[in-house]
């Protein structure tokens, strides 16, 4: 497809968008405003090397009928249009495709709810071809399209839409080498008969070999003691740790009553009474950079720690990273991702992203067939957690009849107050060996009360906070390279001027 024709086919999804009732068609026109939204995304590559060429002219005029010299095009850089944050913000008319797209707006959609990766890869072939035709901006053109393609591509991420794969691996806050508890004392018996047979003690006369026995016993006894003790001690230091976040009272209560119920059944079943044997699999829902990944990184130490996993590794995943693009190739993918997470937890983001194209084509219930069956046959080793937005997960365990009934924990985890944004912002600089101002305090606490009263289609918590302070320094570093003379106070301290103008 020819880059007009990929725009052509945006434009038809505009009116796709606005006849399902996704944008104000009274307040704005869909198409006018994405063919817009494509002008300053012009202007921002064609000024990457500090002027617009008459090739970067000429190509916006023939790609998207906009007759502007250069005069007008620079007006946008001047007026502040296209300031030094555009690269930095997410088009108001993309927006749209991806509410539409996440929240499955549009019914019978002849774009199988891909309109929102749909329009980053028309981004990215306009870009690159305002390149191939542009003057002096390769370098500097190619680096901000780069970054530029990446933003958005984060975005759609959060919201469960997926063009590039992404998978991490967290490794278990210490390796613990142990099988899970299965109640025997075999390993103890063998520790002691394995050290007679090698020559240790050997002898059968007059009770030495009964009486080595005895002492190799006590001593594996002794080091199964001390390696419970050690395990009880990582398990205490991730709850110290959990209970240490700002916020999440009500997850931190449901996390901290989970491992008091697992800890009793531990007892239990050394006593050689009954437990329950019940699905161990969670579902994690609420906003992005509410800490579901972090809280699922402390749960595998945890469960590694109390025996009932064998290594205690996160493994982390989206769509994209178990779906494949033709018949057979998604269940081995997921397989292989099961593989890396056996003896830990195998952590699903944005979930719903499997169930939410079923025509014809898409593979992602392969993914949740294969995950359903692992599930099961490795319910003794495996802890698989789904996370995603509260909604778009009930949809998700309602697609198949088989899925919710896997599930019996759910933890939901709401989004922060401005009081606690606040709390991690002052926790992030200390972090990185800053601290605010009473001013800048103040700021701060007017931004995110403000944030959070009206609270945009982006709004990410702790990330915002995260992108916030990432600002600060930079503003800071600008207005302190600048002064004669500086100290370690004023390196470290942010002040007011330096967080009152972001916006995220």
């Known amino acids: 497809m020819s880059l007009a024709e990929s725009i052509q086919t945006c434009y038809l999804m505009c009116g796709v968008i606005t006849n399902a009732g996704v944008s104000d068609s009274k307040?704005?026109?869909l198409k006018d405003s994405l063919r817009?939204?494509?002008?300053?995304?012009?202007?921002?590559?064609s000024y990457a090397d500090g002027d617009i060429s008459v090739q970067d002219m000429d190509f916006i005029r023939d790609?998207?009928?906009y007759r502007l010299s250069k005069e007008n095009l620079l007006d946008f850089i001047r007026s502040g249009s296209v300031g030094p944050d555009y690269g930095q913000q997410i088009p108001q008319s993309f927006k749209y495709f991806v509410l539409a797209d996440a929240g499955r707006k549009v019914i019978g959609d002849p774009y199988n709810h891909k309109k929102a990766v749909a329009l980053i890869s028309t981004y990215e072939e306009m870009g690159r071809a305002l390149l191939a035709v542009s003057v002096g901006t390769n370098r500097a053109g190619s680096e901000a399209l780069s970054s530029y393609i990446k933003m958005l591509?984060?975005?759609?991420?959060?919201y469960g839409l997926f063009r590039n794969t992404n998978r991490r691996i967290i490794q278990p806050t210490?390796?613990?080498?142990h099988t899970p508890n299965t109640g025997t004392t075999n390993s103890t018996v063998n520790s002691g008969s394995s050290n007679l047979s090698s020559g240790?003690?050997?002898?059968?006369?007059?009770?030495?070999?009964?009486s080595g026995s005895t002492e190799n016993t006590s001593a594996a006894a002794d080091s199964a003691a001390q390696s419970d003790r050690l395990e009880q001690d990582v398990v205490d230091k991730l709850l110290a740790e959990l209970n240490a976040l700002v916020g999440l009272e009500e997850v931190k209560n449901q996390v901290n009553s989970l491992v008091s119920l697992l800890r009793v059944q531990q007892m239990r079943k050394a006593k050689g009474l009954k437990v329950s044997s019940g699905s161990r699999h969670m579902v994690f829902s609420g906003n992005p950079g509410t800490g579901k990944t972090t809280v699922a990184r402390m749960l595998a130490g945890i469960y590694g720690g109390l025996g009932l996993l064998s290594k205690g590794q996160l493994v982390e995943v989206d769509r994209s990273g178990l779906v494949g693009g033709y018949i057979g190739q998604t269940a081995l993918k997921t397989q292989e991702v099961i593989n890396e997470a056996l003896g830990g937890i195998l952590f699903v983001d944005e979930a719903y992203a499997l169930t939410a194209n079923r025509g014809e084509g898409d593979f992602g219930q392969e993914a949740v067939d294969t995950l359903l069956k692992a599930m099961e046959d490795?319910?003794?080793d495996l802890v698989v957690i789904v996370a995603g937005y509260t909604d778009l997960m009930e949809e998700f365990l309602s697609s198949n009849p088989g899925l919710k009934s896997r599930f019996n924990n759910f933890i939901n985890f709401d989004d922060y107050n401005p009081n606690e944004l606040v709390a991690i912002l002052e926790s992030m600089c200390k972090k990185y060996q800053y601290q605010l101002s009473d001013s800048a305090k103040e700021a701060a606490t007017a931004y995110f009360t403000e944030r959070c009263a009206n609270k945009p289609d982006n709004f990410a918590n702790a990330r915002d906070v995260r992108n916030f302070i990432e600002k600060a320094i930079i503003n800071h570093a600008c207005r302190v390279v600048k002064l004669k003379s500086v100290d370690e106070l004023i390196l470290s301290q942010i002040e007011a001027e330096d967080v009152k103008e972001i916006r995220l």
């Open 174 to 177: 210490q390796n613990l080498n």
């Open 36 to 45: 817009f939204d494509w002008l300053k995304f012009c202007v921002y590559l």
């Open 153 to 158: 591509d984060k975005f759609v991420q959060e």
């Open 27 to 29: 307040r704005i026109n």
């Open 63 to 65: 790609t998207l009928g």
């Open 200 to 210: 240790q003690n050997s002898q059968t006369v007059g009770g030495s070999a009964i």
């Open 378 to 380: 490795h319910r003794d």
